[in-house]
């Protein structure tokens, strides 16, 4: 997500007018872009909701590192980082019976 790399960028260097430049381009290209989705499938947006479609940038920024962090996810009571979640000789067919 492109917005969670300004925002990376600006964290480290708040100072730097380029990511700045970088981040509002981007917010507004993604704004434009929530505009015209909201457009397409036919939602009405007044001048006073249009506010929180900058929102939707950065909400699916925060959705893509919520989804890839390391959270402790238990997945049929084994953790998602595990060796394995599934044994490959368990599902898989017999060696030689896939070449037939």
């Known amino acids: ?3 969670v790399g300004w925002l990376a960028w600006l964290v480290v260097e708040p100072t730097q007018t ?6 509002g381009t981007v917010l507004l290209a993604d704004t434009l872009a929530a505009a015209a989705i909201c457009t397409l499938v036919g ?3 007044r001048l006073r909701h249009a506010v929180v479609l900058p929102l939707w940038s950065l909400l ?3 959705t893509w590192l919520a989804c890839w962090l390391p959270w402790p996810v238990v997945w ?3 953790y998602w980082w595990s060796r ?10 017999a060696r030689g019976e896939a070449l037939k």
């Open 18 to 23: 380029p990511a700045w430049i970088g981040f």
């Open 1 to 3: 997500m492109p917005v």
């Open 76 to 78: 049929r009571g084994r």
């Open 43 to 45: 939602c009405r947006i």
């Open 60 to 62: 699916r920024g925060i």
């Open 84 to 93: 394995r979640l599934y044994d490959p000789d368990r599902y898989s067919p």
